[in-house]
């Protein structure tokens, strides 16, 4: 990283108890949410689109997560870092064509203002651009993030940002999927959810992370409920038994079953793993 931003140097925190108390170089409007809690995870976002946040992940288990404040959410307005009196944050591409980019000087300010008093270390803090050219996201990713202290994610619009952005800041390009959407805010809810699920604390009993998809490299087995028949169909016998050796050896050898027949790859790969055992 360079120190040629527009703000000024990080300072030291000050810790009040729970509260980090530091000194901002923007003005107060910026900060939208509640205040820092020390030590807790934390999802910096920058965006256009400020109040599409925490969108879904203000419902259900994220949402009781961030509510209690197991984890905590910051976004950024891009637009408060534009250019002017009307804030322009795009312009035309260099050399023609459709759409517009994201300008480097205004993305610039904005991740100076969402890095400082962040850890230098980008593992413990990863930078993030939503792009539909990065690696594929998955659960060995969110995983690695929910280890960090916390993550800022880039949302794009448009045709994107400006490259130079990317090349200075070193940010790490993830895509959600093959597909482009209009914007990173989806994308960035998705990764945001499936990390913060991870957090110890936000799922309690309520499920377990252990056996569920693509956290051994098998799909997980099918699952049934109430009423014990449906339409004619019986939920399996063994699952009714009580039997719980017989109820682990059903389960493992649908999910392998599963596996093999859906995704060929993953199956692949986990006959590797368990060969080098
Ligand atoms: N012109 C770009 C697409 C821009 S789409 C290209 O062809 O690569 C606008 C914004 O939506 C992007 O900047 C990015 O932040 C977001 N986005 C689109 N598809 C995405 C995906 N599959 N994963 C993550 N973010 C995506």
């Known amino acids: 990283m360079s120190d040629e931003s527009d703000s000024t140097a990080p300072k030291p925190m000050k810790s009040h108890g729970r509260l ?20 807790v995870w934390k999802a910096k976002i920058i965006t256009l689109f400020p109040e599409a946040f925490p969108g879904v992940l203000g419902e259900s288990l994220t949402g009781k997560a961030l509510q209690e404040g197991t984890w905590q959410l910051e976004q950024i307005h891009l637009r408060e870092f534009g250019e002017g009196k009307h804030r ?27 890095m400082n008093g962040t850890p230098p270390n980008r593992e413990d803090w990863p930078l993030v651009y939503l792009s539909p050219r990065g690696k594929r996201f998955d659960q060995a990713t969110a995983k690695r993030w929910s280890k960090a202290r916390g993550i800022t994610m880039i949302c794009g ?15 790490e390009e993830v895509s959600l999927g093959d597909f482009v959407l209009t914007g990173g805010e989806i994308a960035a809810q998705a ?14 009993n309520a499920e377990s992370i252990e056996d569920e998809s693509h956290s051994n490299g098998l ?11 449906w339409r004619g169909m019986p939920i399996p016998e ?12 059903w389960r493992q050898k649908m999910s392998e079953k599963i596996t093999r027949e859906r995704r060929p790859d993953m199956w692949a790969a986990y006959e590797a793993e368990k060969s080098n055992k």
């Open 157 to 171: 619009r448009f045709e994107g940002v400006d490259d130079r952005v990317l090349f200075h800041y070193g940010i």
């Open 238 to 249: 063994v699952l009714m038994s009580g039997h719980h050796g017989k109820i682990a050896e």
């Open 191 to 204: 990764m945001i959810d499936a990390t913060v699920r991870l957090l110890p604390g936000v799922l309690g």
């Open 20 to 39: 980090a108390v530091r000194p901002t170089v923007a003005p107060r409007e910026l900060m939208t949410n509640t205040p820092d809690l020390m030590g």
């Open 88 to 114: 322009n944050v795009d312009d035309t591409p260099a050399g023609g064509g459709a759409g517009m980019v994201l300008r480097p000087d205004v993305m610039g300010r904005a991740i100076d203002f969402a």
């Open 219 to 229: 799909l997980e087995h099918p699952q049934f409920t109430k009423p014990a028949e």
